[in-house]
T-cell receptor, first 111, second 113 residues
Framework: TQLLEQSPQFLSIQEGENLTVYCNSS?????LQWYRQEPGEGPVLLVT?????EVKKLKRLTFQFGDARKDSSLHITAAQPGDTGLYLC???????????FGTGTRLKVLA | SQTIHQWPATLVQPVGSPLSLECTVE??????LYWYRQAAGRGLQLLFY??????ISSEVPQNLSASRPQDRQFILSSKKLLLSDSGFYLC????????????FGSGTQLSVL
């Protein structure tokens, strides 16, 4: 069974700081996704990465997929209070429609 | 456009009582449907998923069951709730047509007392 471990578990930073969170898989990703979830809501997809070494940018967010496709990082530049939330990585198990989620990183950005 | 409805938003139930959570999707046909459970501030645990009417895959042996009586309706049930069934329950759908991603409902916060 694939396991997705995220680190750190919690992160509290000041507005304007930079941060990086990580997602590591026990097996090769089929298709890595990052979601953000706000309290009391369902997660919302931020990005999908498929190719090893791929880098995608979404405004101040930079997503990197490891060359071996077993790890990924999410870097946020100049964090804002609106970035506060739970960041989740996910994979869809090859040959199925089953989505597995990571343990999550809870980010709090203080104004 | 597609929308997903999940209700109720919050639910407080006594131990041993039954449970029925309903999820419906509008604006799409033959979606893949999912039930997840989330402990406070943590990741999502896949409970059930369905790729068609009457087709249910169970991921975690537990006190819960799921049914899909109609194409766009997914129901999570229990005959007798346990304290450990408390949590945030999320319904989600995907197209199953490639370029996959999940669209989530707004969740049900279940407290079993």
């Amino acid at each position: 069974t694939q396991l997705l471990e995220q680190s750190p578990q919690f992160l509290s930073i000041q507005e304007g700081e930079n941060l990086t969170v990580y997602c590591n898989s026990s097996s090769v990703f089929s298709s890595l996704q990052w979601y953000r979830q706000e309290p009391g809501e369902g997660p919302v997809l931020l990005v999908t990465v498929v190719t090893g070494g791929e880098v995608k940018k979404l405004k101040r967010l930079t997503f990197q997929f490891g060359d071996a496709r077993k790890d990924s990082s999410l870097h946020i530049t100049a964090a804002q209070p609106g970035d506060t939330g739970l960041y989740l990585c996910a994979d869809i198990t090859s040959g199925t429609y089953k989505y597995i989620f990571g343990t999550g990183t809870r980010l709090k950005v203080l104004a | 456009s597609q929308t997903i409805h999940q209700w109720p938003a919050t639910l407080v139930q006594p131990v041993g009582s039954p449970l029925s959570l309903e999820c419906t999707v509008e604006g799409t046909s033959n979606p893949n449907l999912y039930w997840y459970r989330q402990a406070a501030g943590r990741g999502l645990q896949l409970l059930f998923y369905s790729v068609g009417i009457g087709q249910i895959s169970s991921e975690v042996p537990q006190n819960l069951s799921a049914s899909r009586p109609q194409d766009r309706q997914f129901i999570l049930s229990s005959k007798k709730l346990l304290l450990s069934d408390s949590g945030f329950y999320l319904c989600a759908w995907s197209t199953g047509q490639g370029d996959e991603k999940l669209f989530f409902g707004s969740g049900t916060q279940l407290s079993v007392l």
